[in-house]
């Protein structure tokens, strides 16, 4: 086997196997280290392409055609192992935190869905394209579930119908695609051939089209089918979380784009065009709405992901080389962004023992070590400089205007605007907000944790935090970092009422304090990529510029459609 179909083997069959082993093994922290394996292997695959596949029109088939990897296949599977490495770097069992059953079930399903992603970013066939979204559904529905709880079930049937649906639209669509190919005389699925000029029934597949994006809309978690989005994303594990919001949606985009481009060959850009306008502007009201009134820190992270998905949906609706290609790079840094907000949200959580906005205040000053990753976090969500989600905004806007679609790109401001104040306003909140007194409600250390677990009404409710997976609870070694629970008072005073005061206590540099930093290095590892990245745009340019090629509406002038069909 030649090296470059190594590296298109290697990020199916290397996490594949890392599920299989995790599942057959026996409780043990070792686990997590192969999942990492996993991941190192898809970014290093992803990245080993990427050096082959440079110029239009270069690609690499395997397995009789099914798989082909081209310049935006590479640099996805880049995207894909670089989101996960930091995801699993941050979801790394603690050294003495407790092992349960339910472990290695988590981490073999995290490996099933790399697997699963990989696959759908590898594959020319759109029938294949569509088995490997569905596989993701199985996979991350399991993931959403994993906590247990009222909530979290909850969010997975939920999660699982409404995907459903989606993947069944797209099922439909792609069926549609195969029947109007049989106009050309010989029936395919292949992406390639399609975008090559493989004629099509114009009427089957305007429908086909149709539904394709409409059904991977779905799971990419455009608005109006993005109701799914915020539940499963703030029940899953932090590690799930940060893999389904950077990953998963992007992966679901990316199949929005190969149909797009037999779209736009076979019937010119103005169908598949509208619905992403559409769909872009009702996710970045969506989101606008929605995070002005979020009282949970994890769903507000969550519309924010469906506020990005909108501005990578109004990109892809603009065209041009400038347009997916700003596409492509905000792709990777909301990815980095989103994944860091997930696991700081987790520590947060962990810390504060409450899943409130309302419960979360001064964090700079009281835990700086968290507030100042999150306070970060969110200025790369919210497009500030030097963060390359600026870089890439600011494109898209460009292009928006360069496509003739001036009203769109201020309409897209507008409600930008409208989330900027959203989320700013929540975000500075919990940062920069007056603490709470000691001894109150809202101060760490004075109640059990009390996340949505605990909501769940059955009798079992008490065991919620033995349900929790290693890598998503440990409060006692976050509420030893920040303070210490003492006794004070003399004998007639608290100690002996059996009261406790709670207050900072300054810990000497120990054990608890390394591991402390070594759990921050994946957020900072993201959030220096994401500002880095900014920088690099130029230097990446050509990469970009070969993956944005590789479809057919990067080279097609959105201003209006010609008279035979749009093509040009």
């Known amino acids: 086997m030649t090296p470059v179909l190594t590296w298109i083997w290697a990020p199916l069959g290397v996490p594949a196997a890392v599920a299989l082993l995790a599942t057959l093994a026996r409780r043990g922290r070792w686990v997590a280290y192969p999942a990492l394996l996993a991941a190192a292997t898809i970014l290093a695959s992803g990245a080993g392409l990427l050096t082959q596949v440079r110029g239009e029109g270069a690609a690499v088939s395997a397995a009789g055609g099914f798989l082909r990897a081209d310049a935006l296949a590479a640099w996805m599977l880049t995207v894909v192992g670089l989101i996960a490495t930091v995801c699993v770097l941050g979801g790394l069992p603690r050294p003495h935190a407790r092992l349960r059953r339910q472990d290695n079930r988590f981490w073999g399903l995290s490996c099933a869905f790399m697997t699963a992603m990989s696959l759908a970013v590898l594959a020319d066939n759109l029938g294949l394209l569509w088995v490997a979204i569905e596989a993701t559904t199985i996979a991350t529905a399991f993931l959403v579930g994993h906590r247990g709880g009222r909530e979290a079930l909850e969010a997975a049937w939920k999660y699982v119908i409404l995907g459903s649906v989606g993947v069944a639209i797209a099922f439909l669509g792609i069926v549609l695609i195969y029947a109007a190919s049989l106009a050309g005389g010989e029936p395919t699925l292949s992406w390639s051939r399609l975008v090559a000029g493989h004629p099509l029934d114009p009427t089957l597949a305007r429908m086909g089209v149709g539904l394709a994006v409409l059904g991977f809309a779905t799971k990419a978690g455009l608005a109006p089918m993005h109701s799914w989005l915020p539940d ?139 507030g100042g990753p999150f306070l970060a976090g969110a200025a790369a969500l919210l497009g500030f400089p030097p963060f390359v989600t600026f870089v890439t905004e600011v494109a898209i806007v460009v292009a928006l205007w360069q496509a003739g679609l001036g009203p769109v790109a201020i309409a897209m401001l507008v409600l930008l605007l409208m989330a900027f104040a959203g989320i700013g306003r929540q975000v500075l909140a919990m940062t920069l907000g007056a603490a709470p007194p000691p001894g109150s409600a809202a101060s760490p250390g004075q109640q059990a944790y009390s996340g949505p677990d605990d909501a769940a009404d059955s009798d079992d409710a008490a065991d919620s935090d033995d349900e929790v997976e290693a890598d998503e609870e440990d409060e006692a070694d976050d509420a030893h970092e920040a303070h210490e629970s003492v006794k004070v008072g003399t004998a007639s005073g608290p100690a002996a009422t059996g009261q406790r005061l709670t207050r900072p206590v300054p810990l000497a540099r120990s054990s608890s304090e390394r591991r402390s930093r070594l759990r921050d290095a994946p957020v900072a590892l993201a959030l220096t990529l994401a500002a880095a990245l900014s920088f690099a745009a130029v230097p990446l340019r050509p990469v970009l510029l070969d993956a944005a090629a590789c479809l057919p509406g990067a080279k097609i002038e959105r201003v209006a459609d010609t008279t035979d069909g749009g093509r040009r």
């Open 232 to 370: 499963a994303y703030s029940m899953a594990p932090a590690p799930a979380s940060g893999l389904m919001s950077g990953v998963l949606s992007s992966v679901a985009f990316t199949a929005i784009l190969r149909v797009q481009a037999v779209g736009d060959v076979a019937l010119g850009p103005g169908l598949v065009r509208w619905m992403l306008i559409v769909g872009g502007l009702a996710s970045l009201l969506v989101a606008g709405l929605m995070t002005l009134t979020q009282q949970r820190f994890k769903r507000l992270i969550a519309y924010s992901s469906v506020e990005h998905m909108g501005i990578m949906a109004l990109g892809a609706a603009a065209g041009g080389p400038l347009g997916i290609a700003a596409v492509l790079l905000h792709v990777l840094g909301h990815g980095l962004a989103k994944s860091s907000m997930f696991l700081l949200a987790w520590r947060i959580q962990d810390w504060s023992g409450s899943y409130l906005i309302a419960d979360v205040r001064g964090l700079l000053a009281r835990r700086p070590d968290l």
